[in-house]
C-alpha cells in the first residue's frame, strides 16, 4: 500500500532554511508528479510545489523563489529546500502525488517564529 512519510521539520528564526525529505513506497514513484502541501493552522491544505517525472517544477506564487523542490527517483525520495522562511510559511508540511492519493503521510511541522 501506498506509505508516505515526511521529515526534516523542525522551529527556524524568520529567514532561515530547512530541507523536507519525503519517503515513498507502494508507489511507482518515478512516473508520478510528486508535490508538497502544507496546512495552516485553521486553514485548508495548499499546494506547495511540484516536480514532474520529467523534473518540471511548478511553485505556489507565494513561495517563489525561496522554495526548491527535487527528486531522486532512485532512492523514491523527494525533497523541498526552504530558504529565506517567514512566519507564514508556518505549518504542517506533506508529500503526495499531484494530484494527491487520498493517503496521506503523518506530516512534518515546520514553525517560522524569532
Known amino acids: 500500500q501506498v506509505q508516505l512519510v515526511e521529515s526534516g521539520g523542525g522551529l527556524v528564526q524568520p529567514g532561515g532554511s530547512l530541507r523536507l525529505s519525503c519517503a515513498a513506497s507502494g508507489i511507482f514513484f518515478s512516473i508520478n508528479t510528486m508535490a508538497w502541501y502544507r496546512q495552516a493552522p485553521g486553514k485548508q491544505r495548499e499546494l506547495v510545489a511540484h516536480i514532474t517525472s520529467a523534473g518540471t517544477t511548478y511553485y505556489a506564487d507565494s513561495v517563489k523563489g525561496r522554495f526548491a523542490v527535487s527528486r531522486d527517483n532512485a532512492k523514491n525520495a523527494a525533497y523541498l529546500q526552504m530558504n529565506n522562511l517567514k512566519p507564514e510559511d508556518t505549518g504542517v508540511y506533506y508529500c503526495?502525488?499531484?494530484?494527491?492519493?487520498?493517503?496521506w503521510g503523518q506530516g512534518t511541522q515546520v514553525t517560522v517564529s524569532s
Open positions: 503526495n502525488r499531484y494530484p494527491p492519493y487520498s493517503v
